[in-house]
């Protein structure tokens, strides 16, 4: 499985279609393509990168079987998880225009498609197809377009649909909370909140956070000391809810003025890494992004390689190749940096930025280190 992983690579670093297309037909042959579901849209993904058509790719969706939705919604999530949303929408087109048919499964994947790919006129096509084929009523599907239309910065629409569907849970009331937060709506957030009991929705953690920044936003002190209140009352592993602390770090630095030590510069650095919410609550703490890069200034080459890992882990593409530059810089011999950064160019699917870099490896003779291990013998 690795060997063919790493020939569609080469075949993409040398535009190989040929080969690509040989492997494809001995893979239908033997029928081994349809056994690995992983393996099948890494290859998709190198055709993707190859063909000067990206229509080409239907020829390779009809090899399927267009009766069963099951083998397109496996695709489709792992199109979303590994950093290739268009070629989901691609695959979700073919789906509609095939009759191949549509679940839940397949329009919440899409839906976030779309938002990565910032495509809210496909977004609301899906939506006009919720509407018509009578999937209006799933909470699941509803969810989903909530969550895109907020991350499209269209928090009007996402209200309409959270007003529109008729059994309600606390995720779609967190959709909406976040598209409100993300706009600075921080009264239309809290009246949702207030609003929550009265449609008998609980309240969970990421419900709390964002009543939290909300009273953050508006400066409420009274309210929000309530809250604080409300949570050590209600939530006994607070001190284990690093969400949560972070929004009462947040809501107490913006008020009392808090000024950064340099545990303060990591904390927010590891917060930029995993949780993308770094630059709010710095500015929170009145910390501006000037401050925070000059407080990088003294990181360790350990340091510069835990933020690589959690880059990686988040998909912060921008904030990782900060991380390994600076670390390149400490510390130029350092293989293990330059696998990092590769495996986040490959989340992504930016194969010609893994080929530059592995011109790099092989210019600076890098290698990665053998692992060992060893038994201490004692009489």
């Not at 239309?149 to 309600?168: C, G, H, M, R």
Request: net charge positive; aromatic share 10%; charged share 20%.
């Amino acid at each position: 499985m690795s060997n063919i992983i790493q020939f569609l690579h080469q075949c993409h670093l040398t535009n190989n279609i040929l080969a690509i297309k040989k492997l494809h037909g001995h893979l239908l042959r033997t029928g081994l393509l349809f056994v690995w579901h992983d393996f099948h849209t890494q290859l998709i993904a190198t055709y993707a990168a190859c063909l000067p058509k990206k229509n080409d790719l239907n020829n390779f969706f009809k090899c399927m079987n267009s009766t069963n939705p099951l083998h397109f919604n496996v695709i489709i999530s792992d199109f979303c998880q590994k950093g290739f949303p268009f070629l989901a929408l691609t695959a979700f087109s073919f789906m509609h225009k095939n009759d191949v048919p549509l679940d839940t499964y397949a329009l919440c994947s899409t839906l976030t498609a779309s938002s990565k790919v910032k495509d809210v006129y496909f977004g609301r096509q899906i939506h006009a197809h919720v509407g018509k084929s009578g999937w209006s009523a799933s909470v699941f599907v509803g969810s989903a377009l909530i969550d895109m239309y907020s991350k499209l910065s269209n928090v009007k629409d996402a209200a309409l649909v959270f007003d529109e569907i008729p059994d309600k849970n606390t995720v779609c009331a967190n959709a909406l909370l976040s598209g409100y937060g993300e706009a600075g709506l921080w009264v239309q957030e809290l009246e949702l909140v207030r609003k929550m009991p009265v449609l008998k929705l609980k309240y969970d953690h990421f419900t709390l956070s964002a009543s939290l920044r909300a009273c953050t936003g508006l400066s409420a002190v009274e309210m929000g000391r309530q809250l604080h209140c409300y949570l050590l009352r209600t939530t006994p592993d607070i001190e284990s809810d690093v969400f949560l602390q972070s929004a009462l770090i947040e809501m107490y630095g913006k008020w009392t003025g808090i000024r950064p030590d340099g545990i303060a510069f990591l904390t927010v650095i590891s917060a930029c890494g995993h949780t993308g919410q770094g630059w709010r609550i710095a500015e929170g703490m009145g910390i501006a992004k000037s401050d925070l890069y000059k407080g990088m200034g003294n990181c360790t080459i350990s340091m510069w390689g835990a933020l690589l890992s959690a880059c990686v882990d988040r998909g912060n593409i921008e904030l990782g190749k900060l991380a390994a530059e600076r670390a390149l810089e400490l510390d130029p011999q350092n293989a293990g940096i330059c696998i990092m950064l590769s495996n986040l160019y490959a989340r992504f699917g930016m194969w010609d930025e893994i080929g530059r870099l592995r011109v790099l490896i092989n210019a600076r003779g890098l290698r990665k280190d053998v692992g060992c291990s060893w038994v201490q013998v004692t009489s």
